[in-house]
């Protein structure tokens, strides 16, 4: 049976709502158990008295806060994120999952916990919405600011073996993101990538940032400089669009009323946008996963997160992606 460990203090919201998501999980799911990391008595007055026998608690008083720098996680070896990280690299669970600090969430698990053989950087990836009925995994998203052709390598076996293993996609097409199609395009490291990149299976080539939302690829490389601005203006376009809306369907009662009849289409555009639907971004190349959820998730958040956590540790993932490092290499 699967295990996760919780950092159950690490949302911005304190632990009610990571409590709510991980009661949610385990009602859904029978198949796994998890290790509460926090304060005992919050969190025992947060736990249904029918969850106890499925909710290991180890008590942990010291939360990192956002505004902490990810180097001193290191050293605050009562944190909870460092206890839920120790957790797995004492192998007494299986994988983590955090809305904490991703700057500690990220050096800890690189240190504690390791990389897989073969891999120099672990990046963050990430789900993005597409007009199609799918999903653009991203990476990296900001784990790493500067990178090499090397890394990009490394990204682009991570995030293909992720979408087959994890997201259960049969021949995921890779695309290098760049400032245009043409293989001549791009900076020095995105030529020397594609040169690399192109000796994995199914690469689509270079692709351009509405290609990410087309989903025209499946996976979709870059540092994680780029992917965080990217990341984080998508996340801004969402909100904005959605404020536009509310705004100008309250200006006559023939928008109201139109904002009735298009009620499902509301619904369905707010499920595909919305973060809570995915749950986390997975720090792949570790050896172990480690889920990484936003700071403001909520409990439907937090489920999914921990769902994501299940499938990976379920999974050969990180096998797989040490054999196709190992089979492309130079």
């Known amino acids: 049976m699967i295990k996760v460990a919780i950092d159950a203090m690490g949302g911005d919201f304190g632990p009610e709502p990571i409590v709510d998501g991980l009661v949610a999980a385990l009602k859904s799911n029978t198949n796994f158990t998890a290790i509460a990391v926090g304060k005992k008595e919050e ?3 947060l736990i249904p008295n029918n969850f106890l026998s499925r909710i290991e608690i180890l008590n942990a008083s010291d939360v990192i806060s956002m505004s902490d720098s990810a180097t001193d996680a290191l050293k605050r070896k009562e944190s909870t994120i460092y206890k ?10 299986d994988a983590v999952v955090s809305a904490g600090h991703s700057g500690a969430s990220m050096s800890l698990a690189t240190l504690r916990i390791g990389r897989i053989k073969g891999i120099s950087r672990p990046a963050i990836a990430t789900l993005m919405p597409t007009s199609e009925n799918q999903n653009t995994l991203v990476l990296d998203v900001g784990a790493n600011v500067d990178c090499d052709a090397k890394n990009l390598f490394e990204f682009a076996v991570m995030g293909q073996v992720y979408a087959q293993d994890v997201l259960k996609l049969d021949e995921p097409i890779i695309g290098l993101l760049s400032n245009g199609e043409e293989e001549s395009k791009g900076n020095e490291v995105t030529k020397e ?15 351009e940032g509405n290609d990410i939302f087309k989903g025209s690829v499946d996976v ?22 959605g404020t536009i809306i509310k705004k100008n369907l309250k200006r006559s009662l023939i928008s109201i009323a139109g904002a009735v009849l298009m009620r499902k289409v509301f619904k369905n555009l707010k499920v595909r946008v919305d973060y809570a639907e995915y749950g986390g971004a997975p720090l792949l190349g570790v050896k172990a996963p480690v889920i990484i959820a936003h700071g403001k998730s909520n409990a439907k958040a937090v489920k999914n997160a921990i769902f994501q956590a299940i499938t990976a540790a379920s999974s050969n993932l990180n096998q797989n992606i040490e054999d196709r490092i190992n089979k492309y290499k130079q």
Request: one cysteine or more; a neutral charge.
């Open 193 to 207: 990538a594609y040169q690399l990149i192109k000796r994995l299976p199914n690469f689509g080539g270079n692709v």
């Open 43 to 45: 969190l025992l007055n």
């Open 84 to 93: 839920a990280i120790d957790l797995v690299k004492e192998g007494k669970a």
């Open 220 to 241: 979709v490389v870059c540092d994680g400089f780029i992917g965080n601005i990217l990341l984080k203006t998508a996340e801004g376009v969402a909100d904005t669009i």
